[in-house]
Every structure is written in structure tokens, then in C-alpha cells.
């Protein structure tokens, strides 16, 4: 069985597909694992795996693949990070199966989407995802979009992790958090612009936002990216035997343009 840090480090966004349909036994599993809760800010998530021909969904970026994986979440409270862990911890979990994903927001039919996923005037559907297993080749049209985009590239640990306050950087060591951050800095984001920043105050980790989207009609897509880089931290601390918890608790640091507080982890005694 993988480790958690062995899927994070092998975890690549798959857009070429054989076109195999889901072995029943995968399948099962996987559902298995959307029925229970996915994320730790008690925020429903409402998966469905969809068949392509039956709702008429499409995606211009994607071939060979036949079904995909979508979810849908009310507009509450922390909604965006909440959707981000558990659509990551999902795609996650369908990966130890041997399956790929990419999480696909403007790229794919919507309205198809939506409708199949039954989407109400008080939800939104961020993401979808198309879920089997990956051609042995990239398609000419994947290639260049991962060259464009940098797709095996990440910003240095010392850009994204802060000591104290964001006027120190904080160097990777072996502090506490080091490896949890190391793999939170490899977590996907829309446009690859890595989103996230953290800084590490004692035994608590404040997460923050740095925005250079703008909001749209689906949401704050790069909240969304922050909850994957928060579901790679935390399931790398429980894996270690290190369980933590979230709070919302505003430090009120200081912080640099377009950058705004998140959530913060606060490590068992």
C-alpha cells in the first residue's frame, strides 16, 4: 500500500486516457470512500461518478475518458477549502487505485455538468474531473498545455513558508512541519500559481491566501487551491502520527498585498 507522501509525490494531473471503462471493483472503493466524510471542517461535499454519454459531458482538454467525477457544495462558511481537501483527498484515494484525475473548472461543459449534478441556486460545482486510468502517453495537446503551465515546477520552500511573520523566511529543516509543507508545496493549483503561504508561528501553522485571480461566479477558485495544499499538509501529519486540528483564529499578522488569513493548525500537545 502507498504511503500518503508516495501518492502526493507521484500525484500528476492526467488528461490522456486508454479508454477503459472503471473495473467494478474500483469502482466500489472509490464510492465507498466518497460516501464517508472527506474533509475535516465538517463541510458536506456531495460526489457523483457521472457516465459521459448518458448526461452528454465533454471536455475540449480531455481524451479517452468516458466518466468523470464530480461534486457539489452549499455556499457556507469555508466551503472553498473544504470542496478543495476533499475533491484532492478524492482524487487521492482514486490514484492508490490506479486511476487519474484533473480537476477541470472552465474547460468542460458546464451546463452539462451542473444539470447532471443536480446543482441548486445555494451550491456550486467548482470542479469536475475526469476519473480512469492513464494512456502510457500524453496526448501532443496535453504535452504542451503541462509544458505551458510549468505542470512538474513549484515555487522554492522559501517563497511559500515564513517564520514568525512574512519578513522571515523559513528554510527547510527538520522542524515539526517540514516535511508536512514540503508536501503541500507540491499540491496542484489552477494555473500552477500556488496560491498558498504559511507561516509558522511555535506549534501552530497559519495558512494564508494569496490571490492573483480574480473571484468568479463558481467562487474564490484559489481558496479552493489553498484546501488542497491544507489536505496534502494534514494527511501528512496524521500519516506521521502527528494529528493536528483547524481553527479559525485571525493572528492578525501582517500581511503583504493580496494576501489574506485562511485557517490555522494547531498541533496535538
Given amino acids: 500500500m502507498q504511503s500518503v507522501k508516495d501518492l502526493i509525490r507521484s500525484r500528476r494531473s492526467v488528461r490522456t486516457f486508454d479508454g477503459r471503462p472503471l473495473a467494478d471493483a474500483d469502482r466500489e472503493k472509490l464510492e465507498r470512500f466518497l460516501n464517508a466524510p472527506t474533509n475535516p471542517f465538517g463541510v458536506p461535499i456531495a460526489f457523483r461518478i457521472l457516465d459521459a454519454k448518458e448526461n452528454g459531458l465533454s471536455s475540449p482538454v480531455i481524451v479517452g475518458a468516458d466518466t468523470y467525477l464530480a461534486a457539489k457544495v452549499a455556499r457556507v462558511?469555508?466551503?472553498?477549502?473544504?470542496?478543495?481537501?476533499?475533491?484532492?483527498?478524492?482524487?487521492?484515494?482514486?490514484?492508490?487505485?490506479?486511476?487519474?484525475?484533473?480537476?477541470?473548472?472552465?474547460?468542460?461543459?458546464?451546463?452539462?455538468?451542473?444539470?447532471?449534478?443536480?446543482?441548486?441556486?445555494?451550491?456550486?460545482?467548482?470542479?469536475?474531473?475526469?476519473?480512469?486510468?492513464?494512456?502510457?502517453?500524453?496526448?501532443?495537446?496535453?504535452?504542451?498545455?503541462?509544458?505551458?503551465?510549468?505542470?512538474?515546477?513549484?515555487?522554492?520552500?522559501?517563497?511559500?513558508?515564513?517564520?514568525?511573520?512574512?519578513?522571515?523566511?523559513?528554510?527547510?529543516?527538520?522542524?515539526?512541519?517540514?516535511?508536512?509543507?514540503?508536501?503541500?508545496?507540491?499540491?496542484?493549483?489552477?494555473?500552477?500559481?500556488?496560491?498558498?503561504?504559511?507561516?509558522?508561528?511555535?506549534?501552530?501553522?497559519?495558512?494564508?491566501?494569496?490571490?492573483?485571480?480574480?473571484?468568479?461566479?463558481?467562487?474564490?477558485?484559489?481558496?479552493?487551491?489553498?484546501?488542497?495544499?491544507?489536505?496534502?499538509f494534514d494527511l501528512t501529519m496524521r500519516e506521521a502520527g502527528k494529528p493536528g486540528s483547524f481553527v479559525f483564529r485571525d493572528p492578525q499578522i501582517p500581511c503583504p498585498d493580496n494576501t489574506s488569513y485562511v485557517v490555522s493548525y494547531e498541533a496535538a500537545p
Fill in 77 to 232: 462558511d469555508h466551503h472553498e477549502i473544504a470542496y478543495g481537501y476533499s475533491f484532492e483527498h478524492a482524487c487521492l484515494s482514486a490514484l492508490s487505485l490506479g486511476l487519474g484525475t484533473v480537476m477541470l473548472a472552465a474547460s468542460l461543459s458546464r451546463s452539462a455538468f451542473e444539470k447532471a449534478m443536480d446543482v441548486q441556486p445555494d451550491e456550486v460545482m467548482p470542479v469536475a474531473s475526469p476519473i480512469g486510468y492513464p494512456a502510457e502517453k500524453h496526448s501532443i495537446r496535453e504535452t504542451l498545455m503541462r509544458k505551458g503551465l510549468k505542470a512538474d515546477e513549484r515555487l522554492p520552500f522559501e517563497t511559500l513558508f515564513f517564520e514568525g511573520s512574512f519578513e522571515k523566511s523559513h528554510a527547510r529543516g527538520e522542524g515539526q512541519f517540514d516535511e508536512a509543507l514540503e508536501m503541500a508545496r507540491w499540491a496542484p493549483s489552477a494555473g500552477n500559481q500556488q496560491p498558498w503561504r504559511a507561516v509558522i508561528d511555535g506549534n501552530t501553522v497559519h495558512f494564508f491566501e494569496k490571490r492573483s485571480m480574480k473571484v468568479s461566479a463558481l467562487g474564490d477558485i484559489q481558496k479552493l487551491d489553498v484546501g488542497i495544499a491544507l489536505c496534502h
